[in-house]
Nanobody
Framework: QVQLVESGGGLVQAGGSLRLSCTASGRTFSSRHMGWFRQAPGKEREFVAGINWSGSPTYYADSAKGRFNISRDNAKNTVYLQMNSLKPEDTAVYYC????????????????WGQGTQVTVSS
C-alpha cells in the first residue's frame, strides 16, 4: 500500500510560479515511476508530467513543455512539479500518482493516487 500526499497548491496570478510536492509513504517509492495529472472542472483528468524512478527520463504533456519541470528526491520519498509562467487554463486540481505499468501518459497505467491539491491561476 502506498499513500500519497500533495501540497503546494494555491492562488497565483498569471505569469507566476508554484511548486507542488508529493510525498509518498512506503518503501517502493524509489523503484516506481511517478506522474502528475490534473483535472479542471467539467473536464477529464489529464496527464501533465512523468518521471522515471531514477529521475531520468522525464515526460511532459505539450501544454507543460517549456514551463513545468518534474523532479524527485528518492531520499525524501518526494516528487515535485515546478510550474512557471502559469496561465488561467492551468487552473485545476493536481494529482500525483504511482506508475504501475504501460505508457507514462496513460491514466490507466497508474495505481495509487493522492487526494489532489488545488491550483488556481487568476488572469
Amino acid at each position: 500500500q502506498v499513500q500519497l500526499v500533495e501540497s503546494g497548491g494555491g492562488l497565483v496570478q498569471a505569469g507566476g510560479s508554484l511548486r507542488l510536492s508529493c510525498t509518498a509513504s512506503g518503501r517502493t517509492f524509489s523503484s516506481r515511476h511517478m506522474g502528475w495529472f490534473r483535472q479542471a472542472p467539467g473536464k477529464e483528468r489529464e496527464f501533465v508530467a512523468g518521471i522515471n524512478w531514477s529521475g531520468s527520463p522525464t515526460y511532459y504533456a505539450d501544454s507543460a513543455k517549456g514551463r513545468f519541470n518534474i523532479s524527485r528526491d528518492n531520499a525524501k520519498n518526494t516528487v515535485y512539479l515546478q510550474m512557471n509562467s502559469l496561465k488561467p487554463e492551468d487552473t485545476a486540481v493536481y494529482y500525483c500518482a504511482t506508475h504501475r505499468s504501460g505508457s507514462d501518459s496513460y491514466i490507466g497505467s497508474y495505481d495509487y493516487w493522492g487526494q489532489g491539491t488545488q491550483v488556481t491561476v487568476s488572469s
